[in-house]
């Protein structure tokens, strides 16, 4: 398989299959690292409001030297922001933060609203977490915003320039075909959490029938929990030590076999390297991996782990 392989979005434009992730990449870290990646054939960079770091993504954009307009960018519109008053000001605040004056990608982060603590003008460029999780006696501050409201303000940011491109993250079947039913834009992404051990294969089907594309997020499972990771798993090792490759090749290389985006995270030079170099997979290879699938793990469950409240 080719390095730099893409896929086309329904709005025409093409993402490289391969980018970096940048949460929990520590400042300072995650320029260099952004840097690195830019400068080592990356073009394709996952961002976040909620990361606290897109400043320093933005950085690393600069230092590279790569010219803006070669590079695909994507950013997320926190919780907080869901109100349709709150979603220009977002975006605002994303790209002062990354310099930059377009994203290519814009998605909804999570289904699930919380109460802005502050007014549509004040939105900081890089928030503190109390802004992000708002609390009160010690209580998460959530609210009910129709998901269609944010989704009218988000069509709104493609028609005005902001955005190339809108979708979403972390939502299911029956929340997209709500959002298919009575969209004017359709989504051009869902971001979900994808790996061996968790194949997501009713949704990924119902989304490429849809024009729908899929990035998978945590390809490697990330460690934030310290469970066991997909990358340790005996059969990706196995698979990796008999092909000469490493488990998050073969877990990356899985994923761009399925026809998914893959995201991984690092920011460790070697491994920014490593995990940009997909390979093709045999079926006998292909379908040991994907038997993984019927453990279903969840490496980021908000339900279960409180995940964003614990994390930042
Ligand atoms: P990943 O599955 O990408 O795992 C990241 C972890 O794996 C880090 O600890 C990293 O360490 C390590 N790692 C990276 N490369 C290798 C390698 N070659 N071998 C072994 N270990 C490696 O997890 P993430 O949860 O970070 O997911 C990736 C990205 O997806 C995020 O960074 C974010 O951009 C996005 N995301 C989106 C979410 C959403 O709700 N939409 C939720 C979660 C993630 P190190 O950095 O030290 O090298």
Redesign the pocket.
């Known amino acids: 398989m080719a390095l730099n392989r893409k896929i086309t979005l329904n709005t025409g434009k093409e993402v490289d299959i391969v980018g970096l992730?940048?949460?929990?990449s520590k400042p300072d870290e995650v320029r260099k690292a952004v840097k690195y990646a830019l400068e080592n054939g990356y073009r394709h960079l996952?961002c976040a409001y909620v990361y606290r770091n897109e400043d320093e993504v933005g950085q690393g954009i600069r230092e590279s030297g790569v010219p803006r307009e070669d590079i695909f960018i994507t950013s997320?519109l926190w919780n907080t922001h869901h109100r349709k008053e709150y979603v220009k000001s977002a975006v605002k605040a994303s790209l002062k933060a990354l310099g930059v004056d377009y994203l290519d990608l814009y998605l909804v982060?999570?289904p699930v609203s919380f109460i802005n603590p502050g007014t549509p003008e004040e939105t900081p460029t890089v928030p503190t977490v109390d802004y992000l999780i708002p609390k009160k006696d010690g209580k998460l501050q959530v609210e009910s915003v129709d998901p269609l409201e944010t989704w009218k303000a988000m069509e709104e940011l493609v028609e005005e320039g902001y955005v190339k491109a809108i979708g979403l993250?972390?939502y299911n079947i029956e929340k997209i075909s709500n959002v298919l039913k009575h969209c004017k834009i359709q989504p051009s992404m869902l971001?979900v959490?994808l790996h061996p051990a968790l194949l997501q294969t009713e949704l990924v089907e119902f989304c490429h029938a849809n024009k729908i594309a899929v990035t998978a997020?945590?390809?490697?499972?990330?460690?934030v929990y310290g469970e066991d990771r997909v990358?340790d798993d005996p059969i990706i090792v196995s698979i990796a030590k008999k092909l000469q490759k490493?488990p998050?090749q073969v877990c990356i290389s899985f994923a761009a076999q399925r026809g998914i985006v893959v995201?991984?995270?690092?920011?460790?030079p070697s491994?920014i390297s490593?995990?940009f170099q997909d390979f093709v997979l045999n079926q006998e290879d292909f379908d040991a991996i994907a038997s993984l699938g019927s453990r279903n793990i969840r490496y980021?469950d908000p339900g279960e782990k409180e995940w964003f409240v614990e994390i930042f």
Do not use: F, M
């Not at 992730?21 to 929990?24: A, F, I, S, V």
């Open positions: 992730g940048t949460w929990l996952d997320k982060h999570w993250s972390n971001q959490e997020y945590s390809p490697l499972g990330n460690n990358v490493s998050a995201i991984p995270k690092s920011v460790t491994r490593e995990n980021n």
